[in-house]
């Protein structure tokens, strides 16, 4: 089956520093990614859409500026945390669509848990 | 998409049928009904999907009532492993974007 690999799974960092996130899809190829974000206790927040050869689509209230989003080939998006603060520690979450009777079916990635000192 | 409604928390023992409900009345003709659960601090995982009729897997069934605007995810035989946050997400097949809403929170009982 579909499989995404998100890549680092854990990362700390000190406050003002930027972080990059790789996802991958690893036997298929997603022209279309989704990043989430997820805080403690709370459901998955749908941050953006990764589109492969073109702008993000950002989800209203997600700064563009302080993630960065790029899809630069079938198989991988990347988000990047810009000048990270405590509050954007969080469980990062990507996934990409495939399709099961019919239906797009999304496949997560493991997540990668952003902590910022 | 449709707004969909769950219970905050079950439990069910372990070895029982696990029963989860999902509101969903304002449901459009073309909406699918998906479930998903996450492990703690793992991504999500997908577990079944259905339109109109019910549906079954190797992971569970899922019964969607005659008029649509309610369904149940069955986990026939729950054991300790299935203790997770089930999420009932309403969409349009073509679409891509799914949205998630608070879930259940489901803790098989030994």
């Known amino acids: 089956g579909a499989v995404v690999s998100q890549h680092p799974s854990w990362v700390i960092c000190k406050s003002g520093t930027s972080v990059k996130i790789e996802c991958r899809s690893l036997?298929?190829?997603?022209?279309?990614m989704f990043w989430y974000r997820q805080f403690p206790k709370q459901s998955l927040m749908l941050m953006a859409t990764?589109?492969?050869?073109?702008?993000?689509?950002?989800e209203q209230g997600v700064e563009k500026d302080k993630f960065l989003i790029n899809h630069a080939s079938l198989t991988l998006s990347t988000l990047t945390v810009t000048s990270a603060h405590p509050e954007d520690s969080s469980f990062y979450i990507c996934?990409?669509?495939?399709?099961?009777?019919?239906?797009?079916?999304?496949?997560f990635g493991a997540g990668s848990r952003l902590t910022v000192l | 998409d449709a707004k969909t409604t769950q219970p905050p928390s079950m439990d069910c023992a372990e070895g029982r049928a696990a029963n989860l409900p999902c509101n969903h009345s304002?449901?459009?003709?073309?909406?699918?009904v998906y479930w998903y659960r996450q492990i703690h601090s793992q991504g999500p995982q997908y577990i079944i999907h259905?339109?109109?009729n019910n549906e079954t897997n190797e992971m569970a069934s899922l019964i969607i009532t005659e008029d649509r605007k309610s369904s149940t995810l069955i986990l026939p035989h729950a054991t300790l492993r299935d203790t997770a946050v089930y999420y009932c997400?309403?969409?349009?097949?073509?679409?891509?974007?799914?949205?998630f809403g608070t879930g259940t929170s489901l803790t098989v009982i030994p």
């Open positions: 996934s990409a669509p495939g399709r099961i009777g019919g239906a797009n079916v999304l496949t």
């Open positions: 036997d298929f190829q997603a022209t279309t």
């Open positions: 990764s589109n492969e050869g073109s702008k993000a689509t950002y």
């Open positions: 304002t449901i459009s003709g073309n909406e699918y």
């Open positions: 259905g339109l109109k």
């Open positions: 997400i309403v969409r349009t097949p073509t679409g891509n974007q799914f949205y």
